[in-house]
T-cell receptor, first 111, second 113 residues
Framework: KNEVEQSPQNLTAQEGEFITINCSYS?????LHWLQQHPGGGIVSLFMLSSGKKKHGRLIATINIQEKHSSLHITASHPRDSAVYICAVSDRGSTLGRLYFGRGTQLTVWP | NAGVTQTPKFQVLKTGQSMTLQCAQDMNHNSMYWYRQDPGMGLRLIYY?????TTDKGEVPNGYNVSRLNKREFSLRLESAAPSQTSVYFC???WGSGANVLTFGAGSRLTVL
């Protein structure tokens, strides 16, 4: 049983396209994280949110607590956005806010 | 640069050998974590430490031990490596629980033959 499901698993886009990656979760959460992992590289935190919407440059993250769903949008995508995007949720029922991770969405943006 | 430093980046072991992965953070974070990442699976928690002097098992602790040496350092030890422990290991830290922003190390790729 996966507490966090991401879709799609793989996504290919042309430079300039608008990208959406979805994350659904089944546990009550205290926070949701969006992470980025480049090939051969480490993992970087993009957003942490518990309600509403956050924006950083061309990246926008939204969350709907009632529907247990979050989306990560990339506007005007660029080849440097090619990476694995990972959704993780902090379990509100866990004493230490245990994190559950999705399996990631591999994004490839072609010039 | 401030952050989480992991060593080594790459290691090849033979079955039965032991090794220690080192992790240090300079952000004065209380919580530190060790995760493993395997193809087709999400990150899985091996051990975590909520504060200096405390450690707790995560989702997949078998075959591993940890030490929170001080607030900065959290090491992961494989006493007798097995091929099933071939993975990429990530150390991470945060101010408090998972409801705080995580900072990850660059990862350590371990192969057990």
């Amino acid at each position: 049983k996966n507490e966090v499901e991401q879709s799609p698993q793989n996504l290919t886009a042309q430079e300039g396209e608008f990208i959406t990656i979805n994350c659904s979760y089944s546990v009550g959460i205290s926070a949701l994280h969006w992470l980025q992992q480049h090939p051969g590289g480490g993992i970087v935190s993009l957003f942490m949110l518990s309600s509403g919407k956050k924006k950083h440059g061309r990246l926008i993250a939204t969350i709907n607590i009632q529907e247990k769903h979050s989306s990560l949008h990339i506007t005007a995508s660029h080849p440097r956005d090619s990476a694995v995007y990972i959704c993780a949720v902090s379990d509100r029922g866990s004493t230490l806010g245990r994190l559950y991770f999705g399996r990631g969405t591999q994004l490839t943006v072609w010039p | 640069n401030a952050g989480v430093t992991q060593t080594p980046k790459f290691q090849v072991l033979k079955t039965g050998q032991s090794m220690t992965l080192q992790c240090a953070q300079d952000m004065n974070h209380n919580s530190m974590y060790w995760y493993r990442q395997d193809p087709g699976m999400g990150l899985r928690l091996i051990y975590y430490s909520a504060s200096e002097g405390t450690t707790d098992k995560g989702e997949v602790p078998n075959g591993y031990n940890v030490s929170r040496l001080n607030k900065r350092e959290f090491s992961l030890r494989l006493e007798s490596a097995a091929p099933s422990q071939t993975s990429v290991y990530f150390c991470a830290s945060s101010w408090g629980s998972g409801a705080n922003v995580l900072t990850f190390g660059a990862g350590s790729r371990l192969t057990v033959l």
